[in-house]
């Protein structure tokens, strides 16, 4: 019944806008989002304190609001940052701060996303322990909302009438990273060499989406690439570091121009890396002949994937075309915890806990699923409030998601889409990880409870609600 009222809701509100096109108009800015140093880095299981960047992260704005001569008839702002993900009540500390700038603009429908870097500022507080004298969660959160309020606030005044197109293009970038054994079991990173070693337990998506923005002088202002793989090779460094995203960027603007935006999109992926699994002799003597490291490698495919793209898109560019953007709430079922879970967590909280306090990370991780089981059993669980974004602009699709969704739910939501391409963009949220039901089964990190606030059964409902959304963008 869920999915028949946001179907409904969309055909309701937005069938009128979609009989028609309407002229584009864009804004786009980039904004460094890289903190003063020393700063504590996220996404390992133990305190990393940071003393030199690397690369700079950035935050990436794309403003975009369609027009019927004077009227307009809607509206987008896209930010793609160089994080692990949307944590720590940023996104609510950003709407906060630039609703009142841009009173013209529907502050329901900024939508914040991350790279996952592995190798940016951490975001909440309590989750590590951080030393004396390294920038604190809330310091990093008030200086990155200050930056990127600044930045959406101005593209969304820079934006004037503008051109779109997309590709599609192909590189190999992200690897399965989950090893299936004879008995069953999964392992992130397993033994490949062991004799009880099965094979990789999903897929992997070697689609390149591209978008393209020109402006009327046909200069290309921005550019959006979403692929399934997050930006995370660099990801057991302890320099701030924007991963392969950087390099793309450098060299898409020596190419280009320097103002030319480039968002990063991350689509599902959360059982890919980009970390190779086979073949690592023969891929190293490559990179060796070519003169690049790993990041070169994967920049350099990238690259010429959206090369690819870019042959196609420019020629067909559109003025003038249907844009549409819904935002649906969904709740989504908490992953239940069993006492043997509990208990296991209990055992693992009390041999970290004697360990030294770079490791708090990992107490906290456990004690999370205590925590969730205490309220299981106080009858106090509360279903998580997805927001997901669906857009049409032409042919293409749109779609967000909080989470680190496994590959096979993006494969499904591209397969069942009705439009010519259809792009996702995950980690809009906190970003745990939403396994498959055969995941699940086969346990390991990334697919037991610790690594997971919803389980599969959430994931095919985000899976599920996306697709009939898209579905009612293309009557």
């Not at 560019?317 to 989504?332: E, G, M, T, Y």
């Not at 970290?352 to 106090?380: C, M, N």
């Not at 509360?382 to 699709?397: C, E, F, M, N, S």
């Amino acid at each position: 019944m869920r999915v028949s009222i946001v179907v409904l809701s969309i055909l309701v509100l937005f069938g009128t806008s979609l009989a028609h096109a309407a002229t584009l108009h864009v804004g786009a800015v980039s904004t460094s989002i890289t903190p003063e140093l020393p700063v504590a880095l996220s996404g390992q299981m133990h305190t990393r304190v940071a003393t030199e960047v690397e690369s700079p992260v950035l935050a990436n704005v794309l403003a975009i609001e369609s027009h019927d001569g004077d009227q307009v008839l809607e509206q987008a702002i896209f930010v793609a940052c160089g994080l692990v993900a949307i944590r720590g009540g940023i996104g609510e500390m950003v709407r906060e701060e630039l609703a009142p700038r841009i009173p013209d603009f529907d502050i329901d429908k900024l939508i914040l996303s991350a790279t996952h870097s592995h190798t940016a500022p951490v975001l909440v507080d309590g989750n590590y322990h951080i030393p004396e004298g390294v920038m604190s969660p809330a310091a990093y959160r008030d200086f990155f909302t200050k930056q990127v309020a600044d930045a959406a606030e101005k593209a969304w005044k820079a934006r004037k009438p503008a051109k779109a197109g997309w590709g599609l293009g192909h590189a190999v970038i992200g690897h399965n990273r989950r090893m299936i054994y004879e008995d069953g079991t999964a392992i992130m990173h397993g033994s490949k060499t062991t004799d009880e070693f099965r094979g990789f337990e999903g897929p992997d998506d070697t689609g390149v989406d591209v978008l393209f923005f020109w402006d009327e002088k046909d200069t290309l202002i921005a550019t959006a690439v979403s692929l399934a793989c997050p930006a995370q090779r660099a990801g057991s460094g302890s320099a701030v570091n924007a991963d392969f995203w950087h390099p793309v960027r450098e060299v898409l603007k020596a190419k280009y121009g320097d103002d030319l935006v480039v968002l990063g999109w991350i689509g599902a992926a959360g059982d890919i890396t980009p970390h190779l699994q086979i073949r690592k002799a023969a891929e190293k003597r490559m990179r060796d002949f070519r003169g690049v490291d790993h990041l070169g490698e994967l920049s350099r495919r990238i690259v010429i994937a959206w090369e690819e793209a870019h042959a196609g898109a420019k020629q067909e560019k559109f003025a003038d075309l249907p844009f549409v953007h819904q935002v649906a709430h969904v709740a989504l079922p908490e992953r239940i915890v069993t006492q043997d879970e509990m208990e296991g967590a209990k055992r693992e909280i009390e041999k970290w806990s004697k360990k030294d306090a770079k490791y708090y990370r990992r107490v906290k991780w456990h004690q999370k699923v205590v925590e969730r089981y205490e309220r299981q059993q106080a009858g106090s669980i509360v279903p998580y409030d997805q927001k997901i974004h669906t857009l049409r602009l032409g042919d293409i699709a749109i779609a967000t998601n909080d989470f680190e969704l496994f590959i096979q739910y993006g494969i499904q939501m591209k397969a069942k889409s009705p439009a010519l391409q259809t792009f996702l963009i995950q980690l809009c949220g906190p970003g745990t990880y939403v396994p498959t039901s055969f995941a699940e089964s086969g346990g390991g990190y990334s697919a037991i409870v610790q690594s997971n606030d919803v389980g599969s059964d959430g994931g095919q409902v985000i899976t599920d609600e996306t697709v009939a959304a898209l579905k009612a963008l293309w009557p």
